[in-house]
């Protein structure tokens, strides 16, 4: 079964950039089968997708924030990353690392991880 | 994008009760819909997905009907474990994923 971890800094100064991992156990990051994604929720408000990696290094990021974003993946590592440049007090959510199924075209999240609360200020 | 808007946006309900949430699209998304569940401080939890199918594990009080642009969550008696947040989810157009504002289950 996977295990998702969100590892990084809570508090990120507003105008720099925000850096996430996501490290994954029970299963291979280089999996055909699977699509790695970012996923964050600000305080007391709903979801939002924020992009997806595949193996491969092909993205799919969301055209709201896709300026901003770069998901990257580290196959020696079984981990893939986040950053997101500029960062403003908006920025400040739990961030969450999820799967879903490459194979399918339903974009269902299946595994996620825990969440880690990142907070933008001076 | 596509907008979903969930309703209603909280209820309250008494174990046992039978709840019904509707999930609605902006455009069609034939049964491109996913439901989730998320307790206080936890990351959300997938229940159902294609509209209708039961994530392996998720009991069978819940239950997903819908395709189109109008879809339903139910559960069909209230368990106090079911106290949480419901999100639809729709991945008919991926660029971008959307969710629903969410609804919160409360306690009567």
């Known amino acids: 079964q996977l295990q998702l971890q969100e590892s990084g800094p809570g508090l990120v100064k507003p105008s720099e950039t925000l850096s996430l991992t996501c490290t994954v156990s029970g299963g291979s990051i280089s999996s055909s089968s699977y699509y790695w994604g970012w996923i964050r929720q600000p305080p007391g408000k709903g979801l939002e997708w924020i992009g997806s990696?595949?193996?491969?290094?092909?993205?799919y990021d969301n055209p709201s924030l896709k300026s901003r974003v770069t998901i990257s993946v580290d196959t020696s590592k079984n981990q893939f990353s986040l950053k997101l440049s500029s960062v403003t007090a908006a920025d400040t959510a739990v961030y969450y690392c999820?799967?879903?199924?490459?194979?399918?075209?339903?974009?269902?999240?299946?595994?996620w991880g825990q969440g880690a609360l990142v907070t933008v200020s001076s | 994008d596509i907008q979903m808007t969930q309703s209603p946006s909280s209820l309250s309900a008494s174990v046992g009760d039978r709840v019904t949430i509707t999930c609605r699209a902006s455009?069609?998304?034939?049964?491109?819909l996913n439901w989730y569940q998320q307790k206080p401080g936890k990351a959300p939890k997938l229940l159902i997905y294609?509209?209708?199918t039961l994530q392996s594990g998720v009991p069978s009080r819940f239950s997903g009907s819908g395709s189109g642009t109008d879809f339903t969550l139910t559960i069909s008696s209230l368990q106090p474990e079911d106290f949480a947040t419901y999100y639809c989810q729709q991945s008919y157009t991926t660029l971008p994923l959307t969710f629903g504002g969410g609804t919160k289950v409360e306690i009567k």
């Open positions: 294609a509209a209708s």
């Open positions: 999820a799967t879903h199924k490459s194979y399918s075209s339903d974009w269902y999240l299946d595994y």
């Open positions: 455009h069609t998304i034939s049964s491109y």
């Open positions: 990696i595949y193996y491969s290094g092909s993205t």
